[in-house]
């Protein structure tokens, strides 16, 4: 039996080992392991367990001496010992003994002067397959040809750790090697871990390459080329927005940016799957499909899958290849981005619904990462919460903010890449007494920006968020604009703003203090 290696990753005495199998392999597999069922379209729907979303305090990082320097520490990126690291590694292995193992030999980065070679080793069909469809996928040649991959991350959620023994603070553990270049994934089956785990070592290779690495979405105009960047967190419609169908979609979640252009990390999608409609999201409607992975999204008697149904969690997903969306561009590579677009859900309603940012706005945004939660959407929640996430992609990203957003200054000065903030949230009102932007204004807007027709409009300076705001654009009344207008009483407009304004310069306070001076002025000014 081939072992392709395992035993010196202490895996010794496998039942079995799988690489690189078909989707139909893999999918049969599982089925006859018990690790799902087919759904009526034939996607493979799995359920995850007690970990249904991913597990942010059972990350660690590898202290050595090579990276201490490197990595931002603090309460996102987390120290554990080697020797710590090494303990549960030999206990990962030795519970892999005498069981089937599945490897995925795959790739990340579709530009080939930046592709690195990841190989994961999993002790489920199900996990197997999802990262078979998140990753690029090797060729036979370059899969014969494949050699020593770059990183290896070994995945078995059937391991659980012991805290008082193992020094984690659960079951679960997610462990970063930098040095070793080794992940680990034990104790949650959640496969988003796999997924985020390659885009952390991605954020940690890729700017000692010069490369920006980045969470966003990104597309570009099959013409001419042209190419956009969409930065938001959950809810701010970055997946919807970039979902266009007169542009081709480079990918929906990490990307690169090069002095050669935009690249895809990933040769897949991970969508949510809640309230799924096909009318709102045919493209990811039809995606759930044959090779696909659910997770926890519930099927009646007859396998139709309900979307609406979150009784085992809102946060229902599907992992999909790119290739199953109609207008991907395949391979996942664009041009200089022309434009950059960062999305906000301003559930306080007095953000303008677009304005024009500088390079140091654009930094100083890029660094704050804002959005909001709505009142009612959790409990205790009774008024807008604002949400800064650093780099749109805290978690993930391991090195210090100043490292990320210089290079973003650099590379938006070097290319003059236009730069725009576009509210999704309410106008009117905050949330509860405003509404909602209407889609067909934010698309407007996008398509405005995006072609650079927003450029001729008349702009107004806001003093206290420091933006400049267009006073007009096409397919959007003229009131809009400017959110003051929107709001009946123009004395609450500005108290909220003030308040908002305020918790920008608190949280930028607080968080970045070493941040450039020309950054933090180019914030709001609370």
Known sequence: ??????????????????????????????????????????????????????????????????????????????????????????????????????????????????????????????????????????????????????????????????????????????????????VLIAGSQYAGEIKKSVFSVMNYLMPFEDVLPMHCSANMDPEIGDTAVFFGLSGTGKTTLSADPSRLLIGDDEHGWSDRGIFNFEGGCYAKCIDLEEEKEPDIYHAIRFGSVVENVILNDRHQPDYSDNSITDNTRVGYPIEYIPNAAIPGVGGIPSVIIFLTADSFGVLPPISRLSKEAAMYHFVTGFTSKVAGTERGITEPVPTFSTLFGQPFMPLDPNVYAKMLGEKIEKYQTRVYLINTGWTGGSYGTGSRMKLRYTRAMVTAALNGEIENAEFKHDDLFNLDIPQSCSNVPSEVMNPRDTWADKEAYDQTARRLAGMFKKNFDENYPDMDKEIAEAGPRG
């Open 1 to 182: 039996m081939n072992t392709f290696g395992l035993e010196e990753l202490g895996i010794i005495h496998p039942k079995a080992v799988y690489r690189n199998l078909s989707p139909a392999e893999l999918t049969q597999i599982a089925l006859r392991r018990g690790e799902g069922i087919l759904s009526d379209t034939g996607a493979l729907v799995v359920q995850t367990g007690k970990y249904t979303g991913r597990s942010p305090k059972d990350k660690f990082i590898v202290d050595t001496e090579g990276v201490h320097d490197q990595i931002n520490w603090g309460k996102v990126n987390v120290p554990i010992s080697r020797e710590a690291f090494n303990q549960i590694k030999g206990k990962m292995a030795a519970y892999l003994q005498d069981r089937e193992i599945f490897i995925f030999d795959g790739m990340a980065g579709a530009d080939p002067h930046c592709t690195k070679k990841f190989r994961i080793i999993n002790e489920l069909a199900s996990e197997n397959l999802f990262i078979r469809n998140l990753l690029i996928r090797p060729t036979d040649e370059e899969l014969e040809n494949y050699g020593d991959a770059d990183f290896t991350i070994i995945v078995a959620p059937g391991f659980k750790c012991i805290p008082e023994i193992d020094g984690t603070h659960s079951e679960a553990f997610i462990g970063i090697d930098y040095e070793a270049k080794m």
